[in-house]
């Protein structure tokens, strides 16, 4: 009998090790597979959600600049009447095509589809109806029916040899009717447009979606498969997945032929944004992840942990640049307005607890403009590089220098004892500014302007400090310029007058706040009233009488003077053809005319619509205009002159005095300030000065007025030395219309 041997199957300890460690490093392995794919996928999500947020902003603020560029360029043709005439507003559309590089066209649309003005197409050539062109119908159609800006399909247009995205947007009269549509193409290829700022990491794809299905715009697009794109709508089910994750407000993610997307709906344009990642990229990513799997556990291990922190310290870069782009200015490098006054709050909660005080210099180069007008932008942009490095290396350990933009830079100055301690930093500031800016091997010269405030005793919250600043440097750029201004109360009353006066004044001729007080002028010779000046004032309700010193200046800068100017040009023209009805003798007006008027196009047409309208000759009115006026827009006053009116220079010698201008410009009358009438009788060199200029007068046949005659003394030397017409107090002050006649009437009768 033969006995059985039973083999049994034995596993040795280290086969049982290599099999758990195996077993380990598969699971091991496996969990890393899968957090490392997990990874990949969120941070190709987070890449993805945060490239829809930008085309988001992107897009606001494409639409809201141009919606309200075309409203405006739209209102301004609607003023000029250029719907009815529209070379009128030519002039207008070229600027406006030169100031927005990234525009293909503006365009006048009249309510039937006709267009009757196009930027670049010369006056005569046939223009095409909107209503038959297929690209356009359906957008102008819209934009009849809407309230705000409409986008059309993007199309090609061979005129520019661009892809356009066409905006319009109906412009409505003061009955809310439709008077017309301006039309503009968004040009694609343009460097100007915002959209080619965004530059996606390859295997990324921006796509904007209309509602009606069609693309209205996507990046990467070769050239070749543009047509196809923009011309075709999307496919029927990639719409309907768009649509259906419009409510996750681009915080979700889904798949969509394949692609990784994250898609966002504006509402107040009608529609979508889409951001994708191939999956081929996403794989590729993970395919480099997993480079040489199941190999010798260390190395595995040490690959895998490698990758790990590649992938992670490329993640880690990425988002540095992103936040460095978002918190530094990408022309100077220096930190921008959200970066200082994140510094700023905590340099005053440290300043709050160690009782400490905080400087806050506001910057602002003079005259920038000029330099960008005279030499171009690409020059404004070197000095600007040139002056943040000067800043820079002036500054102390811990101090920070910001530009708030354009030629604004702000320096914050922590650790600050008072306002003595950093007057050495703003003589450095001021040292460096002044010296030349070599740039393309020409010197330029510029110089700055600084208001400065103090923390605590200027404002206890960033937003308070850097509005005292800013309040501040205004003063500065009010006192001259090239020097600086520490903050004051005085300054704040200041500027809240400002703000009243600006807001008060803007509804002031609907009000009839304004009106006209008249100060007749005599002929020193025979004692007669020969005319009278018309002076403009304002009573506010609130404010009471308000000076035209104060109100003037206000009134140019925001565009009120042209308004305000032909309301005083009709009010006298008005009172002057009721007074020579009544007068019947020869009689001049004069009316004073801001720099703002001269170089306003239409004056000259407006004056002679007026004298027809009032049957009045154009010698009975006289312009006055200061020297400064006359040497910056003299240009201008020959077509004023070629009407028959007289032309005077008001406060003579108290500007840009210039024997030059009284022979190249078309004065006839001069009139002598009242600061050197004053002290005529009992200063022999202001005597000497009177007689001179009436001496120049006559030498160049032209009429001399003195203002401000006060006394019996001032008018007897005034009629000894042959001055021809006066006017002041020792006559009569500024009075009401009715005054004036009754004067007339009795008076000069």
């Known amino acids: 009998m033969h006995k059985t041997r039973h083999h049994i199957f034995r596993i040795s300890p280290f086969e049982l090790l290599f099999s758990f460690l195996l077993l380990m490093l598969i699971t091991g392995f496996a969990i890393y597979a899968y957090n490392t794919w997990n990874h990949i996928h969120e941070t190709n999500k987070a890449k993805l959600q945060f490239m829809n947020r930008l085309l988001i902003q992107t897009n606001r603020e494409i639409f809201i600049h141009h919606e309200s560029m075309l409203h405006l360029l739209g209102e301004r043709l609607q003023e000029v009447g250029a719907i009815d005439a529209p070379e009128r507003g030519r002039k207008l559309i070229e600027q406006m095509l030169r100031l927005n ?283 600007l590089r040139q002056f943040a490095q000067r800043l820079s290396k002036i500054l102390r350990a811990g101090d920070t220098v910001s530009r708030l933009g354009g030629d604004e830079f702000l320096i914050l100055l922590p650790g600050t004892h008072d306002a003595a301690s950093i007057e050495p930093v703003i003589r450095k500031i001021f040292q460096l500014s002044q010296q030349p800016f070599v740039i393309d091997n020409r010197e330029i010269y510029t110089t700055c302007s600084i208001g400065l405030s103090l923390y605590p005793n200027d404002g206890k919250t960033p937003l308070d400090l850097l509005k005292a600043a800013d309040t501040a440097l205004y003063k500065a750029k009010d006192k001259g310029r090239n020097t600086h201004c520490f903050y004051s109360e005085e300054m704040n009353q200041e500027a809240h007058r400002r703000m009243q006066l600006e807001s008060f004044l803007r509804h002031a001729l609907e009000k009839d706040e304004l009106y006209l007080l008249y100060q007749p002028q005599i002929d020193l010779k025979s004692g007669h009233c020969c005319g009278c000046e018309a002076l403009l004032r304002w009573n506010n309700p609130e404010l009471g009488e308000i000076t035209p010193l104060e ?162 003394d001032q008018l007897n030397y005034l009629r000894q030395t042959g001055c021809q017409i006066g006017q002041g107090f020792y006559f009569s002050r500024p009075i009401p219309f009715k005054d004036l006649l009754s004067q007339m009437q009795t008076t000069y009768a």
Not at 245 to 268: E, T
Not at 675 to 700: C, D, P, T, W
């Open 101 to 383: 590089p990234s525009m293909a066209g503006f365009g006048l649309v009249r309510t039937n589809g006709q267009m009757v003005l196009i930027s670049n197409v010369p006056p005569g050539v046939p223009l095409p109806n909107l209503l038959h062109n297929p690209h356009a119908d359906n957008s102008f159609g819209l934009a009849l029916k809407n309230e705000g800006m409409v986008t059309g399909r993007t199309y090609y247009q061979p005129l520019v040899n661009s892809w356009i995205v066409p905006l319009r947007i109906a412009i409505r009269d003061a009955n809310n009717k439709v008077s017309m549509v301006m039309a503009s193409g968004l040009d694609m290829d343009s460097p100007s447009t915002t959209w080619n700022v965004l530059k996606p990491e390859p295997g990324t794809t921006l796509r904007i979606l209309r509602e009606d299905g069609y693309w209205q715009y996507m990046t990467p697009l070769a050239e070749k498969d543009r047509e196809a794109v923009y011309n075709r709508p999307a496919n029927a089910g990639d719409v309907r997945l768009i649509k259906r994750w419009r409510q996750k407000n681009g915080q979700s993610a889904f798949y969509i032929n394949d692609s990784l997307a994250v898609s966002s709906w504006l509402p107040r344009w009608n529609i979508y944004t889409l951001v994708t990642r191939d999956s081929q990229a996403i794989a590729a990513e993970y395919r480099k992840a997993m480079i040489l799997p199941m190999m010798i556990f260390l190395v595995i291990t040490a690959s895998g942990y490698a990758f790990y922190r590649i992938s992670a310290r490329q993640q880690r870069d990425y988002e540095s640049k992103l936040i460095h782009q978002a918190q530094y200015d990408d022309l100077t490098d220096l930190p921008n307005r959200l970066l200082v006054m994140d510094r700023l709050n905590q340099a005053m909660d440290i300043a709050r607890r160690k009782k400490d005080k905080i400087a806050l210099a506001f910057i602002d180069l003079d005259m920038f403009k000029r330099i960008n007008d005279s030499f171009g932008h690409i020059t404004g942009d070197e000095l």
């Open 551 to 712: 109100f003037i200046p206000i009134a140019e800068e925001i565009g009120l003077i042209n308004k305000i100017g032909q309301f005083v040009l009709e009010q006298a023209c008005q009172d002057l053809h009721q007074l020579k009805t009544q007068w019947r003798k020869t009689f001049r007006m004069a009316v004073n005319i801001s720099s703002w008027q001269i170089r306003s196009p239409g004056l000259a047409e407006f004056i002679k619509k007026l004298l027809l309208d009032y049957d009045l000759s154009s010698q009975a009115l006289e312009l006055e205009i200061t020297e400064n006026s006359i040497v910056e827009h003299g240009e201008h006053l020959d077509a004023l002159r070629a009407l028959g009116l007289y032309i005077a220079i008001d406060d003579f010698g108290t500007g840009f005095s210039s024997l030059s201008y009284l022979q190249r410009f078309p004065i006839t009358t001069l009139k002598i300030d009242r600061y050197f009438i004053k002290n005529i009788a009992r200063s022999a060199a202001e005597g000497k000065l009177v007689r001179g200029i009436i001496n120049l007068g006559q030498s160049l046949e032209l009429e001399t007025i003195a203002e401000g005659i006060e006394t019996e």
